[in-house]
């Protein structure tokens, strides 16, 4: 289980999130939702420790992870699986190259590099002949796919998305929730997904809002409709009237 | 109200100063750290050593070889006055393996490679790439730093020498064919005063500038932020601290090695 503990991030003058405590259940897939520059992806970043917080506590199965030495956050690393939301795959490499990264550091044998990046690949539902391509010859949706499967080849525990379906079609961010939710039950992993996209809540466990820098809101995926806290109503509506402050005027039409 | 703002403006300038030094000292102790605790990748040395040393060598060959040209046209005017024209070889010679072999070289590289070195970095810093071998367990000064920087290290006393010798191929051709001198005079005077410590000094001075273009180069790439425009400042300032610093640092080494 990981739990955030009153976490508390800032940027010089810039408070991103304020009071953060939520506790992501082991083996579920919760989704993190929230506006846009509301700091999703910087808490992201805080739980796999890529961020330091600038106080709280993250707890990852009981070990507080905010005061870890060099050593202790590489192992940390181990336990996670980041997908990033522009992929961030290494543009001078070759898809193989790119999936198969961290076993080439570890001076794997090429040929069981190999091996196990078509079975990786295969379950991100590529094709073989994909390995030889750029990053620059795929389109997003295949990019996203790419950098699951670069994850999925280190076997973690913990999978972090942030933002998996930006900026793809409707029907290829449906694949995707798709492979996410498959992945979650075949390995029986801890997924964390940021998302403005609602269609993912069909296929998560727990959704949790986060709005001025804490967590208003959190609740099982099935029974979020039904809830009648305003602020995850006003998010599902997508109504810019009520707690949540719109960048927006509001119109006649609004209300 | 002038004087309170004039003093907050250097305050904060003071401020940002020693942060940026201080986060300079840590990004060196940790690449120092990295390339005494870690194996090197070899691999990854060779491809920046072409990289950043192949591909620089014709920018180098022909700045050589111009400032060695110009050198000898420009001396001979002054030393014709004291019928001292025999002389033009061991200074163009001179001139060009202490001071103008490795100082051009080195600006040139660090124009082409060391822009090259930031913006590549940089661009991996702002598209999260960096962060993403981060996570997956890879040591990114391992993979991405010291390579650059050995790889510099070793390869602009390579790209000097080059220098020195188009250099004074350079002067040898004025003097010949245009100053109509003797060509035979031109390079036993060379053998007579240049020493191998002008020549082990000038690679001395070309192998330390390389480290400090691309230390500078992939710290500026490293600790990009902020988007494309970030890519771009980054660059620039790359180039113009890396130049700067080797031009002080010049000073400094010429008094170091030759003892002058």
């Known amino acids: 289980m990981i739990e955030l503990i009153n976490l508390k991030k800032q940027f010089d003058d810039k408070v991103v999130t304020k009071d953060v405590t939520l506790k992501i259940n082991s083996n579920k897939m919760t989704v993190i939702i929230g506006r846009s520059g509301e700091g999703k992806s910087v808490l992201l970043k805080q739980i796999i420790g890529l961020i330091p917080p600038t106080s709280g506590k993250i707890l990852v199965d009981g070990v507080d992870t905010t005061h870890l030495t060099r050593q202790e956050r590489l192992e940390n690393f181990h336990k996670f699986g980041y997908v990033f939301q522009f992929a961030a795959l290494l543009d001078s490499l070759t898809v193989f190259e790119n999936i198969g990264i961290s076993l080439f550091e570890k001076n794997v044998e090429h040929e069981k590099i190999y091996k196990q990046v078509k079975e990786k690949l295969s379950l991100v539902d590529l094709p073989e002949d994909v390995m030889k391509k750029y990053p620059s010859e795929l389109s997003g949706g295949m990019r996203k796919r790419v950098g699951l499967a670069r994850t999925l080849i280190r076997d973690p525990q913990v999978l972090l998305y942030d933002e998996p379906t930006t900026g793809l079609d409707p029907i290829t961010t449906k694949i995707i929730h798709k492979l996410m939710k498959s992945l979650q039950d075949k390995f029986k992993v801890t997924s964390v997904v940021i998302s403005h996209d609602l269609e993912v809540f069909n296929y998560a466990d727990y959704i949790a809002l986060l709005y001025d820098g804490e967590i208003k809101y959190f609740g099982d995926a099935k029974t979020v409709h039904k809830s009648d806290n305003p602020y995850i109503q006003q998010f599902i509506s997508a109504s810019t009237t009520g707690p949540i402050q719109t960048e927006i005027p509001h119109t006649s039409e609004d209300k | ?260």
Request: aromatic share 12%; with cysteine.
């Open chain 2, 1 to 260: 109200m002038f004087l309170i703002n004039f003093v907050n403006k250097i305050g904060e300038s003071t401020i940002r100063t020693c942060t940026a030094l201080g986060e300079f000292s840590v990004f060196f102790l940790e690449a120092a750290k990295t390339l005494f605790t870690t194996r090197l990748r070899f691999k990854k040395l060779f491809y920046q050593m072409e990289h950043i040393g192949v591909n620089s060598l014709n920018i180098v060959i022909l700045t050589g070889t111009f400032a060695g040209a110009v050198l000898a046209i420009q001396s001979y005017t002054g030393f014709k006055r004291f019928g001292a024209e025999g002389y033009l070889g061991p200074i163009v010679a001179l001139s060009l393996t202490r001071e103008l072999g490795p100082v051009l070289a080195a600006l040139m590289v660090t124009g082409r490679a060391g822009s090259s070195i930031t913006a590549e970095l940089a661009t991996m810093s702002i598209t999260e790439q960096i962060d993403a071998l981060r996570t997956l367990c890879i040591n990114t000064f391992q993979y991405l730093v010291i390579p650059r920087i050995l790889a510099s290290t070793i390869i602009l006393p390579l790209l000097t020498l080059f220098a020195m010798i188009c250099g004074i191929a350079g002067g040898y051709v004025i003097c010949v064919y245009v100053l109509s001198l003797n060509g035979e005079q031109y390079i036993t005077e060379i053998q007579s005063y240049i020493e191998l410590r002008d020549i082990v000094g000038g690679l001395i001075k070309a192998a330390v500038f390389g480290f400090i273009f691309s230390l500078v180069g992939t710290y500026k790439g490293y600790t990009t932020r902020g988007g494309a425009r970030g890519v771009g400042l980054s660059t620039t300032k790359s180039v113009v601290i890396s130049s700067i610093l080797i031009l002080i640092s010049n000073y400094f080494l010429a008094i170091l090695i030759f003892g002058e």
